[in-house]
């Protein structure tokens, strides 16, 4: 499966971002409210500046609750992976694993296009399995 495939799937209203002179503060409102663990970091809503994620945040507010009233470029990866949408689900699954990462943008060229996460990955992984199971059981008892 390609990775636009898997978009397509997706109840996507557009990507959710932020910019990198926001607050933590204000990113930690926009995760909760859209109930996501990351967001991309973009000063014009389509390129990708960087990626935070909730792990960030803990990480740097653990001791230091000043953290919020700081920038979000402060805090944010800026060394991104990303991928196209004609990359294949499997070298996904392969980037994700190797770099320890839960949250991929999904570019075309320089333009952000979407963000799949470890949770869709494994959404879709599942769905697979479960079709797979289906028909293995029909196939056996049709004989």
Known sequence: MRISELLKHKALDGVITIGPDATVRELVALLGEHNVGALIVSD???????????????????????????????????????????ASLDDLMALMTEHRIRHVPVVAGDRLVGIVSIGDVVKNRMAELEFERDQLDSYVHQS
């Open 44 to 86: 014009d809503g389509s390129s990708v500046d960087g990626i935070v994620s909730e792990r960030d945040v803990v990480r740097r507010l653990n001791g230091d609750e000043s953290v919020l009233d700081t920038a979000v470029a402060t805090i944010m990866t800026s060394t991104v992976r990303t991928c196209e949408g004609s």
